[in-house]
Antibody
Framework: EVQLLESGGGLVQPGGSLRLSCGAS????????MGWVRQAPGKGLEWVSS????????YYSDSVKGRFTISRDNSRNTLFLQMNSLRADDTALYYC?????????????WGQGTLVIVSS | EIVLTQSPATLSLSPGERATLSCRAS??????LAWYQQKPGQAPRLLIY???NRATGIPARFSGSGSGTDFSLTISSLDPEDFAFYYC?????????FGGGTNVEIK
């Protein structure tokens, strides 16, 4: 059974930093593209970032480019999102998502999310 | 970036009725489109990928169609558990983008 467990969310002041983690199990982690999708309170889904299985190719939305960094540790089956220069509009539930298949980028399975609140 | 427009924003139907949801893209995405279901307090669930392929474990009452810029998700007979939000996602080009969602609510 695929399991994705996010952690690292919390309350942070504007301009601060957080590092999200997503522990994965139940599949061959280093074969799978992974990513982060967020959802602001009461709003729709917004793609944030994706990374390929080897960790060599990364992609970002314009809204987070230059502030967020996605990475992975395939030896620990863990995905990360380093978030710097946080702003109020980064407040959201952040989901970790696994690709549907090693050759697909569709977000196939999702964790339950970790909440990030940016507020003074 | 490609903009996805979903309609209607809200669909009010009764159990057993047929639901048809629309997703229109600002430029062609071929068949690189997926549909997700999200219930309150839950993570999204993949229903359809590549416009018309059901994901593993998805009931046959869910079907997807379309290509290019116009896509539909049809639920042939609404089950009480189908009342939820539905989102489309294009994966034709970076950045991937979601539609604004359709809320299928009980009439």
């Amino acid at each position: 059974e695929v399991q994705l467990l996010e952690s690292g969310g919390g309350l942070v002041q504007p301009g601060g930093s957080l590092r999200l983690s997503c522990g994965a199990s139940g599949f061959t982690f280093n074969n799978c593209p992974m990513g982060w999708v967020r959802q602001a309170p009461g709003k729709g889904l917004e793609w944030v970032s994706s990374i390929n299985g080897a960790g060599t190719n990364t992609y970002y939305s314009d809204s987070v480019k230059g502030r967020f960094t996605i990475s992975r540790d395939n030896s620990r089956n863990t995905l990360f999102l380093q978030m710097n220069s946080l702003r109020a509009d980064d407040t959201a539930l952040y989901y970790c998502a696994k690709s549907r298949h090693s050759n697909s980028w569709y977000e196939g399975e999702w964790g339950q999310g970790t909440l990030v609140i940016v507020s003074s | 970036e490609i903009v996805l427009t979903q309609s209607p924003a809200t669909l009010s139907l009764s159990p057993g009725e047929r639901a048809t949801l629309s997703c229109r893209a600002s430029q062609s995405v071929g068949v690189s489109l997926a549909w997700y279901q999200q219930k309150p307090g839950q993570a999204p669930r993949l229903l359809i990928y590549d416009a018309s392929n059901r994901a593993t474990g998805i009931p046959a009452r869910f079907s997807g169609s379309g290509s290019g810029t116009d896509f539909s998700l049809t639920i042939s007979s609404l089950d009480p558990e189908d009342f939820a939000f539905y989102y489309c996602l294009q994966r034709k080009s970076w950045p991937p983008t979601f539609g604004g969602g359709t809320n299928v609510e009980i009439k």
